[in-house]
């Protein structure tokens, strides 16, 4: 099992819009080989520095799974446009991959 996910810092009072582009998303995650699960985490928000911390979660059953769909076409399209909401964040956000060591 791998899991994949990204931290967002999003900027405060864009946490709606944000939440609105994931659940508004053309996603084919569920027609690809190895996909399990997607989740988006909503974390505290930092006021001091005027975000909140969100996280998206997908888990693949390989990581071999995961880099097929990272080099796919659903790939592509599922990105083409993030560029076009920089303002949405305070910085780029975060990649940070595991394997799975122990589970239930």
């Known amino acids: 099992m791998y899991i994949a996910m990204n931290r967002f810092k999003v900027a405060t009072a ?12 053309d996603s084919s995650l569920t027609e690809l080989p190895g996909f399990v699960e997607f989740r988006l985490l909503r974390g505290k928000e930092n006021t001091d520095e005027g975000y909140t911390l969100f996280a998206s979660h997908t888990i693949w059953q390989s990581e071999e799974d995961f880099l097929n769909w990272t080099k796919s076409e659903q790939f592509r399209a599922a990105h083409r446009n993030a560029g076009d909401r920089k303002t949405m964040y305070k910085g780029p956000p975060v990649f940070e991959g595991f394997k799975a060591v122990e589970g239930i």
């Open 14 to 25: 864009s946490e709606t819009e944000f939440e609105s582009v994931w659940r508004n998303r």
